[in-house]
Each structure stands twice: as C-alpha cells, then as structure tokens.
C-alpha cells in the first residue's frame, strides 16, 4: 500500500529517504515509500517547507470546472515523452462540462464529486481527496476547478497542489483579478502559478509572467490576453517541475534541486 507523508504533517525536522532505517521499517510492513526529501517541515499548509522528488513522467490529475482549454494544453503537450509529466486523471465538481469531454476523447479516466450530492463540504473534500490519491500523483493541478478545497485535500497534497491566478499576486487576488487590475489603472498585470495554501490565492508563487494593458483594453479583451499567457505558464510550469523537481522554504519556491 503506498505511504503517503504530506510535507505538513511533520513537527520536527526529518529526513525519509529510500534505504534509510524509518524506509526500511515501513517496506518491511508492505508500505511503498516514495522518493520523497524533507529536510524541514511545520504544520500547517501554509508554509510548506522542503523538496520532492517526481518519478518521471510526472504523475499529474487535473481539477477542472469547465471548458478545460488548460487541460487540453497539459494533454497536447504531455504527448511528448520529453515533457517528463503525464495526465492520469481529471476530476470536476460538476458533470456535461467540455472539460470531461475532453479527457475522455483523451482516454484519460475521470471521476466527478458535486457538493450538492454530499451531506456536508467535509465529506465532499475527504472524497475528492481519496479520489485524487487513487491515482498516486506527483502534482495536482487545478485547472479553472471553482471550488475551494478544504484540511483533508490540503494534509494529503499540500506542497504539491498548484494553481493559477489572472493577476501578478498578491495584487488583486480573488474572482475578478482582470477586472480590479483594469479599474486601477495598473500598465501591467500578468499572471501567477502557485501552490495552493488555506488562504486565497495566498500560496508561496511558483512563478509569474508579465502581460501588458493597453488603453483601449477592455475586460474581455485583456482576460483573453491573460488566459493565453496564463496556459502557457502553466504548461512551462508544471514541466520544469516534473523534470527538475522544486524545494519551497518559506514562501519562496525554486525549481531545480
């Protein structure tokens, strides 16, 4: 049975790697032990401290809500071996979306959890966590998924659960970042690749880009010119992590070991 050990769950600082006497004793009760490094780590979410090392390809599930465009640019690109990352499985809060249309033309196993069918949030998260467990994956990537998780999803995949923001965070984080960005005036907006925390939109930043406002921008026009810069940092993201994994301390994040 795989043994999972979130980066958040530990007090004190340790070290679990494969070979060492803790790896040993748990092989040795049927557990299978990842290659996973954390020199520090605290509670909480917030602060993930440490490093992972993916097996390669990269085991990915994808979150989605909706059309899923980020999910078919994750899919193009994962086509090709040297992307080191590979969609296992979607999953989404609702069912008829254009995104689980497209993971099954892809061949990609889905599963769906709608809240509205679970007695509280809590169970809703505990099952969206087990459903994305039973895939074993390296990272989650929320893909326009609209829903907030919650302690259970963030225990089991904190560290390694990413999303984006249309804004250069932590300027205008929230729903409507094009919007408040083009009501400030600002010349520059962007968009943001983080890991996911309790907060919102207030995880350590994996990496951003710049997009420019023109003046005779408006939100439709510069939310498409977000959305195409975005999918484009996700992709180059989540590939740079999968071939040369990433540390956090604090709130900074590097990729490469």
Known sequence: MPCELPVTSATLPWRLLRGSVVAQALEAKGFEVKAFDVDACCLGAAQPRGRYRGRMPARLVVL???AGTNLQALLDVSADEAYGAQVVAVGADRDGIEGLARAERAGVPAFIHRVKDFSSRGDWDLALTE???????????????????????????GGRFINTHPALLPSFPGMHGVREALEYGVKVTGCTVFLVDEGTDTGPVIAQVAVPVHDDDDPAVLTERVKVAERSLLVET????????????????????
């Open 238 to 257: 989540v590939g740079r992590m999968a071939r040369a994994g990433w540390s956090v301390q604090g709130r900074k994040v590097r990729l490469g070991r």
């Open 131 to 157: 459903s994305c467990a039973a895939f074993d994956p390296d990272l989650v990537v929320s893909a326009g998924f609209m829903k907030i998780v919650g302690r259970s999803f963030l225990g089991r995949f």
């Open 64 to 66: 989605v809500s909706g």
